[in-house]
């Protein structure tokens, strides 16, 4: 922590969702957060819950995809809170339609938000962290990151890209035996507002992948990384590891299976009168409406995960694990 007390963290994507979950976690442990996000609404939000859970809010307007206000807010975040300690990213966009109906500008935008974004806050980050030889930083991913699914083609893809800009990171900071370290999030399907504002060609309302998870789950996973970083990733949910698993395991029958259920589960019912597009221009502007941090699952989203603690735990899962095998061993050669 910059000062012994506070920690000073930035968010981006902080006005909803993921990012607006985060940021309040953050403001209820008393740090110093700048949040930052196109959306007005959801910026003055974010900045109301961090207050009031005893925090310190610096909210600031911009969009990811510009480098050079991601740079100027990074350094008016070190002049106005302090050393920055945390930098999360978390800011995203996506378009909901098969590949061939997707516009080669709408493939551009969620690149450039949902990873040149990610890229343009790590850089800016390390350019206060390196010559302090500390920080962390949390990239938001998901099972995407590995395990593609239809209708959801540049989302899938920039998470990949994510995961091996990640990876390349973590290996140059360890060459320099660097101080800073980098983190990935592996999430589960969310309950956010996603579903609510984006860029959609289906004949239904789009929805997570079920099992559903609350942004708190989420939101727990992050700050738990963001105090153990050295850590090259986190699979939280049941679902990513079952996923990721599979998708290792046997890929071509998973891509048959998503190909046969896949556009269906990624569908409701759910009357959402409030449906906004956000692609270019945020959903919560001046005319819009703060969405916060849930969307419209709440009934069928779980707010807990057994396989989060695990995950939390997995050193201790794995001692106990092996002194349970040691036992074993001993009994059976007793046995013998």
């Not at 206060?128 to 990151?145: E, F, W, Y």
């Amino acid at each position: 922590m910059s000062d012994g007390t506070q920690q000073v963290v930035v968010v981006t994507g902080a006005s909803g969702g993921i990012g607006r979950a985060v940021a309040r976690a953050y403001g209820q442990r008393g740090a110093r957060v700048a949040l930052l996000a196109r959306g007005t609404k959801g910026l003055d939000g974010a900045a109301t819950d961090v207050r009031q859970g005893g925090g310190e809010p610096l909210p600031i307007e911009l969009d990811v995809s510009d480098s050079d206000k991601v740079i100027d807010a990074a350094d008016r975040v070190e002049n106005a809170l302090g050393p920055i300690d945390v930098w999360v990213n978390a800011a995203f966009s996506a378009v909901f339609a098969p590949v061939t109906e997707i516009e080669p500008r709408e493939f551009r935008r969620v690149t450039e938000v949902d990873y040149l974004g990610f890229v343009h806050g790590t850089l800016a980050a390390l350019r206060h962290m390196r010559p302090r030889d500390r920080g962390a930083i949390v990239q938001v991913g998901s099972a995407l990151a590995y395990r593609g699914v239809p209708l959801q083609a540049p989302y899938c893809a920039s998470k990949h890209a994510i995961q091996g800009f990640h990876e390349s990171l973590r290996c140059e900071l360890l060459h320099e035996r660097s101080g800073v370290s980098t983190t990935m999030v592996q999430l589960p399907a969310v309950n956010t507002p996603q579903f609510s504002w984006v860029l959609s060609r289906l004949p239904r309302h789009p929805q997570p992948l079920p099992p559903i998870y609350q942004p708190e789950v989420a939101a727990r996973a992050v700050l738990h990384a963001g105090d153990h970083p050295k850590r090259r990733e986190y699979w939280i949910g049941g679902s990513t590891v079952g996923t990721l698993l599979a998708n290792a395991l046997a890929p071509g029958l998973l891509d048959r299976y998503l190909a046969r259920n896949g556009y269906s589960a990624q569908q409701s019912d759910q009357d959402d009168p409030a449906l906004a597009t956000n692609l270019w221009e945020p959903a919560d502007g001046p005319d819009g409406r703060d969405y916060g941090a849930h969307g419209v699952f709440d009934r069928s989203s779980h707010r807990h995960s057994r396989q989060l603690w695990a995950s939390h735990n997995h050193s201790a899962l794995a001692a106990a694990g092996a002194a349970v095998t040691a036992v074993g061993l001993a009994l059976l050669r007793r046995r013998r």
